[in-house]
């Protein structure tokens, strides 16, 4: 019995094998059709709203000779092409699968000679909501494509799609290709913090020419924090002068200068944030009088964490009830707005301790005669606000201005048609608190966009770290852990849970570098690839034709894309073995891992 039994079942195992086997190939014949449809090796990144390039797919030769046509009467229209030129006719890009394989090269046909680009509007400033909309057009006769936008940066973005479907030594390029793009949302931006750890001119160039072939527009630049104040401001000079890490560690208005126009050649807004009147322990190096608790413990032993002076190492906050304070914040106002051209400025506003406010003595007298420290945060915004607006700039602030649980300002405070809150905390209540308000809004979830969690504290003598049976205690060591994969960037919905008229108030998205942990050794890596995750779900969405979501087609672009920007001089981690590249569908999975 045992014997027939033993026979029958392995016979049966061997019939489930059989089916197994069958199952796993034909499983591994699907992807491999998937990858042949999404990555022919050459690809578009971000992902162009309408793409058209039709089976069989072709291409011809690039002639030696190309060159772009173009109105060469705008000032940073005329650098981005003859940067492109450049580009297109010696990138000679090798992607990392074959093209030969999927693509029919047709070497007989006419090389191309020229791309011509034209433009509606040339008056068009960089400012937000600016149309970067275009047309491109490849025939595949050869001769001449067609590159038609309605601004400037409309241009740059096309040029840069141009450039990826270039490819080879000799140079071939993708024909009988038309594409329409626009990105769906208008702000598209990395913040860098440049306080904690200072990053140099060249550090900030190479991040927003990278910015700009992901087709990010926004550069939004936290300037000074607690812990220094790079920045030489002319009108207050001893600010970073003794408010710096030294003096090889500020950026001159020269500096300034150089990066903003940098940044117009690459269609990159640079948006200057002073942060204020938290974060401003730098500030009392040049004057200690206007900033309370500078200077003191974060965490003074056997305080309540409610009682605290700072969440984390580096105390001060401006005294808002000190005139000299407004003296010196509206100097810096007024040589920011001079120095930035930038529509926008931020300033800041968030994490306003009560314990730093506490321990200076004038404001302890204002609490004691009834006052609030809300009422202190909105006499601040009072009295610099309208000032800022008044330098025809809109205010950005973070939105603990208004959602903070204990300080906190009216409303009225802040007219909404000036006014724009950015998010970080609780992901998408916060932005659905700050819409249904009636406030415009970016949004930087820290649970989804922040690039510097997962990397564990920098407190020197914290026991969590203390452990040998293993612990997932703090959840990968930071507040804000864990680190955040360029899928969970990627598949973030930004607009979730919203009505149609309050996703008019989203402007977009920005991804966050915060730095106690990084500097120029890791800057690549910590923003490289997952940067351009959120570059693809803010330009063209995280979703397919049918409403599905596409990571797992965009994981075979991005490998190539990451693949181009490393040669083109971006160090940026990848993100599988290049085996999986060599192998289609071998390193996706049928079950969850869950």
């Known amino acids: 019995m045992f014997s027939a039994f033993n026979t029958f079942n392995a016979s049966a ?16 014949i699907s992807f491999s059709s998937s990858q042949s449809n999404s990555n022919s090796g050459v690809n578009v990144w971000p992902k162009p709203r309408n793409f058209s390039w039709p089976q069989p797919q072709q291409a011809n030769l690039l002639s030696p000779n190309f060159t772009i046509t173009f ?44 791309l011509s680009v034209t433009v509606a509007d040339l008056s068009a400033p960089l400012h937000h909501g600016v149309d970067e909309s275009y047309t491109l057009t490849i025939p595949i006769a050869g001769g001449a494509a067609d590159l038609a936008a309605q601004t400037a940066w409309g241009a740059m973005r096309g040029l840069e799609t141009f450039s990826q479907l270039v490819w080879g030594d000799p140079s071939l390029v993708a024909v009988g290709v038309y594409v329409w793009d626009s990105p769906l949302f208008g702000h598209r931006g990395v913040l860098l913090d440049t306080s904690r750890n200072f990053y140099g001119v060249q550090d900030i160039l190479r991040t927003i020419e990278a910015m700009s072939a992901n087709k990010l527009n926004v550069f939004h630049w936290h300037i000074t924090d607690s812990h220094s104040f790079p920045l030489m401001v002319p009108s207050e000079p001893e600010l970073a002068s003794k408010g710096s890490y030294g003096s090889n560690m500020q950026y001159s208005p020269a500096d300034v200068t150089k990066i903003v126009e940098f940044g117009l050649e690459h269609g990159v807004r640079v948006l200057p944030e002073i942060d204020s009147p938290g974060h401003t322990g730098s500030w009392a190096a040049a004057y200690p009088d206007i900033v ?16 605290r002076l700072a969440s984390e190492p580096g105390t001060g906050h401006l005294n808002p009830l000190n005139p000299k304070t407004y003296q010196v914040l509206k100097n810096i106002i007024r040589d920011v707005a001079t120095l930035f051209p930038e529509p926008f400025y931020h300033g ?19 609490l004691s005669e009834g006052g609030t420290l809300s009422q202190l945060l909105e006499h601040f915004v009072n009295s ?60 930087s979830s820290s649970e989804f966009y922040y690039l510097d969690c997962g990397h564990g504290d920098f407190l020197g003598n914290d026991s969590i770290y203390d452990q040998q049976t293993g612990s997932e205690a703090k959840d990968g060591g930071s507040w804000c852990g864990p680190f955040k994969t360029w899928q969970t960037i990627y598949n973030y919905d930004i607009t979730y849970g919203l009505t149609e008229e309050e996703v008019k108030l989203v402007l977009g998205g920005e991804v ?64 599988q073995p290049l085996w999986c590249v060599r192998n289609p569908g071998m390193c996706n999975t049928f079950n969850s891992l869950l």
């Open 13 to 28: 195992l061997q019939i489930l094998i059989i089916l197994s086997l069958l199952l796993a190939s034909a499983a591994q």
């Open 71 to 114: 109105p060469d009467h705008h000032k940073y229209l005329s650098s981005s092409v003859k940067r492109y030129l450049q580009l297109i006719l010696s990138e000679h890009h090798l992607p990392l699968v074959n093209p030969s394989s999927f693509i029919h090269i047709n070497t007989s046909a006419p090389p191309l000679l020229t």
């Open 292 to 307: 309370t608790c500078a200077n003191m413990f974060w965490w003074p032993d056997g305080v309540d964490w409610a009682d």
């Open 348 to 366: 800041g506003a968030d994490e306003i301790i009560p314990g730093c406010w506490k321990a200076d003595p004038t404001i302890q007298s204002f």
């Open 384 to 443: 610099t606000f309208p000032y800022i607006v008044s330098l025809n700039r809109t205010v950005v602030y973070w939105e603990d201005v208004l959602l903070d649980d204990n300080i906190k300002v009216q409303s009225t405070a802040l007219p909404q048609e000036h006014t724009i809150l950015q998010t970080w905390n609780n992901g998408h209540n916060n932005t659905k608190r700050i819409v249904s308000s009636g406030y415009r809004v970016i949004v």
């Open 512 to 575: 966050a570098l915060w730095s106690e942990q990084a500097d120029p050794t890791v800057l690549d890596v910590r923003i490289w690839p997952r940067a351009s995750a959120v570059a693809e779900s803010l330009w063209s969405g995280n979703r397919d034709e049918k409403g599905m979501k596409r990571y797992a087609e965009a994981t075979d672009r991005l490998n190539e894309w990451r693949s181009r920007i490393v040669a083109r001089g971006v160090g940026a981690e990848p993100i």
